[in-house]
């Protein structure tokens, strides 16, 4: 049960990052400095954006109740 768990920690953590990367920079950080700024955003976000930010949202929830998870199963098992 341990193994299972770490290795869904290990797909999440993996998923969580790609995602989080994939998001479009809001400005004033990084991603100013490699470019990021020079693109203008007109009127808002697009749906391709909310649904990036929803899937991110869920792996991330997904992300934190595999650790709570791993945490207790861990702990009991001793």
Known sequence: MVI???????IFSML???LV???KGKGGGLSDMF?????SSVGGS?????NLDRITVVIGLLWFACIVT???VMKTSN
């Open 46 to 50: 697009s749906v391709a954006e909310r």
């Open 16 to 18: 969580l990052l790609l």
């Open 4 to 10: 299972g768990f770490s290795i869904a920690l290990i």
């Open 70 to 72: 791993l945490g207790i």
């Open 35 to 39: 470019g990021g700024g020079m693109q």
């Open 21 to 23: 990367l994939m998001h």
